[in-house]
Structures are given as C-alpha cells and as structure tokens.
T-cell receptor
Framework: DAKTTQPTSMDCAEGRAANLPCNHS???????VYWYRQIHSQGPQYIIH???NNETNEMASLIITEDRKSSTLILPHATLRDTAVYYC????????????FGKGTSLLVTP | GAGVSQTPSNKVTEKGKYVELRCDPI?????LYWYRQSLGQGPEFLIY????????DSGLPNDRFFAVRPEGSVSTLKIQRTERGDSAVYLC?????????????FGQGTRLTVV
C-alpha cells in the first residue's frame, strides 16, 4: 500500500490561499490520490481526486507532480469554515477499494 | 434520503453487552463501507460491501465484530461482548461503485461509549 506523509498542522489567514502538501513517493501507476476533509464532529467530506493530471472543482485544485510522488491541495480563498483536518489518501486497489486515512493535516484558518 | 444516515447518533452501553449500529446508504449506491475513528486518529477501515456480500472484511479487529447487508441496501454493524476499547465513532460510507474512480459519501457517525 502506498503511504502518504502530511504535515501535522498548518495555519492560513482568511482570504488567502491554503496550500496543503502531501508526499506519496511509493504510489503505483494505477493508484489515485484522493483528498477528504473532516470538520469537527462531522463525517469526512470528499474534496477532489486525481490520477496524474491537475484537477479543479468548485472546492479546490489538486496539483500532482509529474513523477506523481507528491501533490498539493489548494484552497484558493480560505474561509473560517475551511478549518478542518485534511486527509491525503492513495486509493488502495487491492483492499476492497477502501480509503486508508492517516492522521492528516489540521488546518486552522484565522481571521 | 439525501445522504448517508446512521442511527443511533449516540449509544452508551455497558461492558459485555451486545450492540447494533445501523447505516442507510444513499439510494442506488452498491458499495458500502464501515470505518471506526478513535479520538485524535483518522478513520480506520473495518469492512467493505459490494451489494450484499462482504468483499473485504480485513479491517474487522476480531470475531466480536460482524456486519451484514442482507438486501444490498441497509447495513448493520454488530458488536458482541463490548469492551471499553470499542468506544469510538463508527462511520459508514457509500459510493456508486467500488472502483478506484468513485468518491465515497460519509454519514455523521455513531458515537459508541462502552462504560
């Protein structure tokens, strides 16, 4: 299973871009990178996923390096409601397609 | 319903008792997952259903834990002889399929406290 490494915590000022890094140096060719977040006392929420191309949706952008060994989740204009734990996950195809959460990055958006 | 529904939202039980936790997935979703989340940790995979069958139960910690999904929709997680270490938030998720290119939608979880 490909592992991911994320910083434990990060701060971001409200209105600024939040850039959350993730290393996944052992990722294999058919594994996707997923990002979920979990706001306090709620279930995890899907944000975005990608294979090798950069992706953008209404919530965020995902930038994956050409060698696929790392990626960055970008929240372009962070708000206080974006304060949450962000999980970078490599989708594990040989484990029933389950999500292998780690400890994630705790993002604090400050006024 | 509009999302994944889990009942009860909170459950307090005495050590040694049996509990059942229920999950109603999003209508039409064939894949269903159970996860467990302890305080300060990320969710931990327990079991995955594709339709009625458990396609992967490798995350169940021991034989006190069992889950069913008899009609391919609602699922029940059953815990026998509960222990204090079973206290956690139990999360259910569903997705349209079990392939790599699908997103999972999570419920709000059931907080289980074993006293």
């Amino acid at each position: 299973d490909a592992k991911t490494t994320q910083p434990t915590s990060m701060d971001c000022a409200e209105g600024r871009a939040a850039n959350l890094p993730c290393n996944h140096s052992t990722i294999s060719g058919n594994e996707y990178v997923y990002w979920y977040r979990q706001i306090h006392s709620q279930g995890p929420q899907y944000i975005i996923h990608g294979l090798k191309n950069n992706e953008t949706n209404e919530m965020a952008s995902l930038i994956i390096t050409e060698d696929r060994k790392s990626s960055t989740l970008i929240l372009p204009h962070a708000t206080l409601r974006d304060t949450a734990v962000y999980y970078c996950i490599v989708r594990v195809g040989n484990s029933g397609y389950a999500l292998n959460f780690g400890k994630g990055t705790s993002l604090l958006v400050t006024p | 319903g509009a999302g994944v529904s889990q009942t009860p939202s909170n459950k307090v039980t005495e050590k040694g008792k049996y509990v059942e936790l229920r999950c109603d997935p999003i209508s039409g979703h064939t894949a269903l997952y159970w996860y467990r989340q302890s305080l300060g940790q990320g969710p931990e995979f327990l079991i995955y259903f594709q339709g009625t069958g458990a396609a992967d139960d490798s995350g169940l910690p021991n034989d006190r834990f069992f889950a069913v999904r008899p009609e391919g929709s609602v699922s029940t997680l059953k815990i026998q002889r509960t222990e204090r270490g079973d206290s956690a938030v139990y999360l259910c998720a569903s997705s349209l399929g079990g392939t790599l290119n699908t997103e999972a939608f999570f419920g709000q979880g059931t907080r289980l406290t074993v006293v």
